[in-house]
């Protein structure tokens, strides 16, 4: 049994369980063989003082539903080893909240472009410092401070 | 004499020519290209006013219809498709977003206006702007065509 370090409800009555990042990989696999075949997608929260990945899990034979949350400074296993489709979750949770999966086959960023600097959905990204993105010579994307460089 | 009469008359012609065969480019980059399509559908089918066929090359294409929020990433990939297509060529800024950065403006990732990239031809406002709005920004710009207000 896989100890958990806190259990409560959401409003609509989801199951909500808070579990150590240490125990995450083993309470998943747990959770999959419960019938919980499916991640419906991860997501990323900044609460200023730690950072909190979010999973929802749902089984598709009975329609049960997880809510499995789990608190990180900025490091935390990744999932993909269990359920391969949260590759791309766990890309943009870390492109845009900056949550470095540990052991992800590919873990660069989704969205933004490559060289952008920061993670825009965390509370302290500078929003005054601009960015501006063009494409180089082989197609890449080159990002720069500089409003003259890119749109 | 007789020539210079016969070369503005001939000018016109083509000019009408022009404007009543734009080649729309398939291009659609937020919620706004859903009203786009819906211009083009049968409901309200614009290919009754000359501009049917929507290519899927810029080079067949010579109307870029910017519907849409236009992001840092996509913009200089805005620039190469307009640099590919072959003159003249014809841009209409569709909305809000494409327009002034819409609602997004103060995001991290927009970009406040297609014209800081591409050169408009044609605003046309709302959020989303109703089909009829586009047909109306597709008429006028064949009309400036026609009286040689727009060239490219
Ligand atoms: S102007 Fe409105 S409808 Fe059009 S792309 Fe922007 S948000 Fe969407």
Same mark, same amino acid.
């Given at each position: 049994?896989?100890?958990?370090?806190?259990?409560?409800?959401?409003?609509?009555?989801?199951?909500?369980?808070?579990?150590? &990042?240490?125990?995450?990989?083993?309470?998943? !696999?747990? %959770?999959? @063989? =419960?019938?919980? $075949?499916?991640?419906?997608?991860?997501?990323?929260?900044?609460?200023?003082?730690?950072?909190?990945?979010?999973?929802?899990?749902?089984?598709? &034979?009975?329609?049960?539903?997880?809510?499995? !949350?789990? %608190?990180? @400074? =900025?490091?935390? $296993?990744?999932?993909?080893?269990?359920?391969?489709?949260?590759?791309?979750?766990?890309?943009?949770?870390?492109?845009?909240?900056?949550?470095?999966?540990?052991?992800?086959?590919?873990?660069?960023?989704?969205?933004?472009? =490559?060289?952008?600097?920061?993670?825009?959905?965390?509370?302290?990204?500078?929003?005054?410092?601009?960015?501006?993105?063009?494409?180089?010579?082989?197609?890449?994307?080159?990002?720069?401070?500089?409003?003259?460089?890119?749109? | 004499?007789?020539?210079?009469?016969?070369?503005?008359?001939?000018?016109?012609?083509?000019?009408?020519?022009?404007?009543?065969?734009?080649?729309?480019?398939?291009?659609?980059?937020?919620?706004?290209?859903?009203?786009?399509?819906?211009?083009?559908?049968?409901?309200?089918?614009?290919?009754?006013?000359?501009?049917?066929?929507?290519?899927?090359?810029?080079?067949?294409?010579?109307?870029?219809?910017?519907?849409?929020?236009?992001?840092?990433?996509?913009?200089?990939?805005?620039?190469?498709?307009?640099?590919?297509?072959?003159?003249?060529?014809?841009?209409?800024?569709?909305?809000?977003?494409?327009?002034?950065?819409?609602?997004?403006?103060?995001?991290?990732?927009?970009?406040?206006?297609?014209?800081?990239?591409?050169?408009?031809?044609?605003?046309?406002?709302?959020?989303?702007?109703?089909?009829?709005?586009?047909?109306?920004?597709?008429?006028?710009?064949?009309?400036?065509?026609?009286?040689?207000?727009?060239?490219?």
């Amino acid at each position: 049994m896989i100890p958990i370090e806190s259990e409560s409800k959401t409003k609509d009555g989801t199951p909500v369980v808070y579990i150590s &990042k240490e125990n995450l990989i083993p309470f998943m !696999k747990e %959770k999959k @063989d =419960e019938g919980y $075949d499916m991640l419906l997608m991860v997501t990323g929260v900044d609460y200023v003082d730690h950072l909190e990945v979010v999973y929802h899990l749902l089984s598709t &034979k009975d329609g049960r539903r997880l809510l499995v !949350k789990t %608190k990180t @400074d =900025e490091e935390v $296993d990744s999932v993909t080893g269990i359920w391969p489709g949260a590759n791309w979750h766990e890309r943009e949770t870390y492109d845009l909240v900056g949550i470095r999966f540990r052991n992800h086959p590919n873990l660069k960023r989704i969205l933004l472009p =490559e060289g952008w600097v920061g993670h825009p959905l965390r509370k302290n990204y500078p929003m005054d410092k601009k960015q501006y993105v063009n494409l180089g010579e082989d197609g890449e994307d080159k990002v720069s401070y500089d409003p003259k460089e890119g749109y | 004499m007789t020539d210079s009469i016969l070369l503005t008359t001939l000018d016109e012609a083509l000019r009408w020519g022009k404007g009543k065969s734009l080649w729309p480019f398939t291009f659609g980059l937020a919620c706004c290209a859903i009203e786009m399509m819906s211009a083009m559908g049968p409901d309200y089918d614009w290919a009754r006013f000359g501009a049917d066929v929507f290519r899927d090359s810029p080079r067949h294409a010579d109307l870029m219809i910017v519907s849409g929020t236009v992001t840092k990433k996509m913009a200089p990939r805005i620039r190469r498709l307009y640099d590919q297509m072959a003159f003249p060529k014809y841009v209409i800024s569709m909305g809000a977003c494409a327009s002034a950065g819409g609602p997004y403006v103060r995001g991290y990732s927009v970009v406040d206006g297609v014209d800081k990239v591409v050169p408009v031809d044609i605003y046309v406002y709302g959020c989303p702007p109703r089909p009829e709005a586009l047909i109306q920004a597709l008429k006028q710009l064949q009309d400036s065509i026609a009286s040689g207000k727009v060239r490219h």
